[in-house]
T-cell receptor
Framework: AQKITQTQPGMFVQEKEAVTLDCTYD???????LFWYKQPSSGEMIFLIY??????QNATEGRYSLNFQKARKSANLVISASQLGDSAMYFC??????????FGPGTRLSVLP | NAGVTQTPKFRILKIGQSMTLQCTQD?????MYWYRQDPGMGLKLIYY???????DKGEVPNGYNVSRSTTEDFPLRLELAAPSQTSVYFC???????????????FGEGSRLTVL
């Protein structure tokens, strides 16, 4: 069965600093996709970044980058130059063959002024 | 472009009542999903569908039913509501990804259900 683990229930970061949110995954499939979503206090789910299992380069989207270490089965999200608006819940998720799409328990990020 | 639309946004049910959460998408996506999110928790997959006429159970299907008669619509039926079904429900849709996986999910705004 596919599983996502996020071991940091909560994280604090100072404004303008970088922060890394951890994500490890478990699957026996060779083909899979890894995603990060942001959920602000308003409740909507916002897609941030995607990494395919066959992608050789780490994905980047603006201030977001995904540190993909396939052998360790980790897909950590790095947010550079944190902003107050980055305070939110962050979810790591995985899609595997068969269109199953599972989420981790999330990490609550608080950006301090 | 409406994207994924869920109705109702809020609902209060009494124990034992039944209801249907509606979900429709206008992006011609094949894949559709229903999740529930309990307070402070992650999203749990209830059911998903890879196309009209095809549905599959997710992690927490008990107490729910779905149907997919068209590409656009994926309603979620709650039978005999219980307090444990108090949650926020999200519908999502997606196009195929690479190598048999799924692309990014596009989410509705969520439906907050309370069972008293």
């Amino acid at each position: 069965a596919q599983k996502i683990t996020q071991t940091q229930p909560g994280m604090f970061v100072q404004e303008k600093e970088a922060v890394t949110l951890d994500c490890t995954y478990d699957t026996s499939d060779q083909s899979y996709g890894l995603f990060w979503y942001k959920q602000p206090s308003s409740g909507e789910m916002i897609f941030l970044i995607y990494q395919g299992s066959y992608d050789e380069q780490n994905a980047t989207e603006g201030r977001y980058s995904l540190n993909f270490q396939k052998a360790r089965k980790s897909a950590n999200l790095v947010i550079s130059a944190s902003q107050l608006g980055d305070s939110a819940m962050y979810f790591c998720a995985m899609s595997t063959y068969g269109q199953n799409f599972v989420f981790g328990p999330g990490t609550r990020l608080s950006v301090l002024p | 472009n409406a994207g994924v639309t869920q109705t109702p946004k809020f609902r209060i049910l009494k124990i034992g009542q039944s209801m249907t959460l509606q979900c429709t998408q206008d992006m011609n996506h094949n894949y559709m999903y229903w999740y529930r999110q309990d307070p402070g928790m992650g999203l749990k997959l209830i059911y998903y569908s890879v196309g009209a006429g095809i549905t599959d159970k997710g992690e927490v299907p008990n107490g729910y039913n779905v149907s997919r008669s068209t590409t656009e619509d994926f309603p979620l039926r709650l039978e005999l509501a219980a307090p444990s079904q108090t949650s926020v429900y999200f519908c999502a849709s997606s196009r195929p990804g690479t190598s048999g996986t799924t692309g990014e999910l596009f989410f509705g705004e969520g439906s907050r259900l309370t069972v008293l």
